[in-house]
């Protein structure tokens, strides 16, 4: 196997194998400007690539972004943990409410390069309310991209944090995808979820549904943790795999991508009945720590099946905490 990395001009940093190319940037939130599958000499974008990434560009314009120290929107902008109000800033002049966390617009720090693996910091310990550092690791291992997030809470009070990733998927006329999942948040008109019911018959992607020609913004509960995407007419395939129970589907209409989210906890778990942590969120007081691994296998059509399927896991159920302080 080929490997290789390096230091762009730009900032941007490669990682590549015989089967992947991969395309960081890290003063862009640490995230992913291309993920690309190599083939006979062609690059083949798994997710949709950034064009002309660079100190202008939006993060919402990348290829895959972090997700922490929690995922997408927080109602009202405030929650209540241990008997205190918790008030979280908007981050975004376009959004009414605070999005994503800070991760995915901060500058990550270089911290160890190899060829294959690299590792981003970022320290937020002067962040209000949630104060932490974190670090992302991305690996090449044969076909599979593999991202590991950790988060330590540098604060003096415990909170619920969360992980998870926001993948920008090619999306194509036969795109297929198989996500089985118990039920779904129904949303209201501003994101946020009202009703929590079994999944429809048009939702549950129990095996290969095409993607639905509806707009789909949903928080997804009872996942398996493993999930196929198809593209017949490419023959190709991609298995995303995370040690969590939630993913959020954004599949906008007429766009040439949608976004497969895994993450450990819906939208707004902070403010639904029993709060963060009785939605896959969890507490971690002064010093404990959480980590997450999500794994990106490409594959061409049929050679999974030959084989035996892969894993169903990305790492152990248990959430990987510490009190190291």
């Not at 230091?7 to 490669?14: L, S, V, W």
């Not at 640490?30 to 002309?52: M, N, Q, S």
Request: hydrophobic residues 40%; negative net charge.
């Amino acid at each position: 196997m080929v490997a290789m990395g390096g230091t762009n001009a730009d900032g941007c940093i490669t990682l590549a194998n015989a089967h992947l190319r991969l395309e960081l940037a890290p003063s862009l939130g640490g995230g992913i400007t291309r993920f690309d599958w190599r083939h006979e000499g062609a690059l083949v974008p798994i997710f949709r690539p950034c064009v002309e990434p660079g100190p202008g560009t939006d993060p919402e314009q990348l290829a895959c972004f972090p997700l922490l120290p929690y995922s997408n929107r927080i109602g009202d902008g405030r929650f209540e943990f241990s008997g205190r109000a918790v008030d979280v800033p908007r981050n975004r002049a376009d959004e009414a409410l605070p999005l994503h966390g800070d991760g995915w617009l901060g500058a990550w720090q270089v911290e160890e390069e190899a060829a294959g693996r690299v590792r981003l910091g970022l320290d937020r310990s002067d962040g209000k309310p949630y104060s932490y550092s974190a670090a992302q690791t991305y690996a090449l291992d044969d076909a599979t991209l593999v991202v590991t997030l950790d988060v330590q809470n540098t604060g003096d009070e415990a909170l619920p944090f969360g992980l998870g990733l926001h993948p920008f998927l090619m999306r194509e006329a036969d795109t297929e995808l198989s996500a089985a999942a118990g039920g779904v948040w129904l949303c209201g008109d501003d994101w946020l979820p009202v009703k929590h019911v079994p999944a429809p018959p048009a939702w549950q992607f129990g095996v290969a549904y095409p993607m639905p020609a509806e707009m789909v913004n949903n928080a997804f509960t009872g996942w398996s943790g493993r999930t196929s995407v198809l593209w017949p007419k490419r023959r190709l395939s991609l298995t995303i795999a995370a040690d969590t129970d939630y993913y959020v589907l954004y599949a906008p209409p007429g766009e040439d991508f949608f976004c497969f989210e895994p993450v450990d906890h819906p939208i707004n778990a902070v403010n639904l009945p029993g709060g963060g942590e009785a939605h896959g969120m969890t507490v971690l007081a002064p010093g404990e720590r959480l980590s997450r691994e999500f794994r990106f296998t490409v594959e061409r059509t049929g050679e999974a099946a030959r084989r035996g399927r892969p894993r169903t896991r990305a790492g152990a159920k248990a959430r990987a905490r510490s009190a190291s302080r």
